[in-house]
């Protein structure tokens, strides 16, 4: 709430559902707030609207997303006294997780988030859900479900463009996710920093073009684009690998400490480890 405390005005229950425009430019939105319509003007909009950004398509900016290039998730908060403080879990399959994983992670008290991502072109209406059912059978059978959330990540690697006139998109609604984890906070976080530094020059200096909110593209590539678009490489390599294949990529690391590695890290292990079946991927792990 840092933001309400210097003089932000935070609206909750207000639904945007189309842009303002003057002479051809967005200048604001027409909203619905608790039954009511409200007109808010703005001379630059930051859509941080999710994985089906309307502000986006609103403003001409291509979003969709291929069913492969989408995850639908499901997440339980789970209390159960087998939980364990102190790991994170990950478990893969294609049965269990098509094209996706299943996770633990604790959040102390014998709670934790168990969720669920599956790969939108193998999944369908109800499958995360009832796949993560099937997991809490096996895995947390006493468990007791206290809350669920649903919803997608994309997966799409970097997005084309993320600005039109007067126009910035951060986190989802840019597709600013990391295509193998579906981790996005963190590179929300930075594009937003990105975005309000930049609509403040932005403002002051009276450019509210798409050329003149390029700094932004300009940043948020530098900062994580060629990250995004080595993850969507790794992604669309490994969702093709079948059971065997992953069972062989996870046998081999028994004898080796993964404790403080990164992703790439991991993966140049691994490529060590299985040249022959990790070659495709050998350009980004040397």
């Known amino acids: 709430m840092d933001a309400a405390r210097v003089g932000a005005k935070v609206m909750v229950k207000t639904r945007a559902f189309e842009l303002l425009r003057k002479n051809g430019v967005p200048c604001g939105v027409s ?17 941080a609207d999710g994985v089906e950004s309307k502000v986006g398509r609103w403003a001409g900016i291509d979003t969709a ?10 997440q339980f908060l789970v209390q ?15 049965k269990m997780a098509p094209g996706g994983y299943i996770w633990a992670f604790p959040k102390g008290d014998k709670l934790a988030n168990v969720g669920i991502g599956v790969q939108g072109s193998k999944s369908g209406s109800g ?17 007791k479900v206290v809350e669920m959330v649903v919803g997608g990540d ?18 989802d609604a840019a597709h600013q996710t990391d295509p193998i984890t579906g981790g996005g906070i963190l590179n929300a976080m930075k594009a937003g920093i990105i975005a309000g530094e930049v609509a403040v020059k932005a403002i002051s200096n009276g450019n509210l073009s798409k050329a003149g909110l ?14 995004i678009a080595r993850s969507f490489e790794y992604k669309e390599f490994f969702v093709k690998l079948t059971d065997n294949d992953l069972n ?9 400490d993964i404790s403080k590695m990164d992703l790439r890290g991991m993966l140049r292990v691994l490529f060590k480890l299985n040249p022959k079946l990790l070659w495709e991927l050998r350009h980004l792990v040397v």
């Not at 499958?127 to 468990?143: A, D, I, Q, T, Y």
């Open 31 to 47: 909203a619905m707030r608790m039954g009511e319509p409200l007109q808010i003007e703005a001379p630059l909009i930051i859509g």
């Open 65 to 74: 997303l291929k069913p492969k290039d989408i995850h639908c998730c499901a």
């Open 80 to 94: 159960d006294s087998t939980i364990d403080d102190e790991y994170c879990e990950f478990f893969f399959g294609n």
């Open 127 to 143: 499958v995360p859900v009832r796949l993560l059912k099937e997991f809490m059978k096996s895995h947390f059978p006493n468990g």
């Open 154 to 171: 994309p997966s799409s690697g970097v997005i084309e463009s993320a600005t039109a006139d007067g126009i910035m998109l951060v986190g």
């Open 214 to 227: 390029k700094e932004y593209e300009d940043r948020w590539r530098a900062d994580m684009g060629k990250h």
């Open 248 to 256: 062989q990529l996870i046998g081999s690391l028994k004898n080796e």
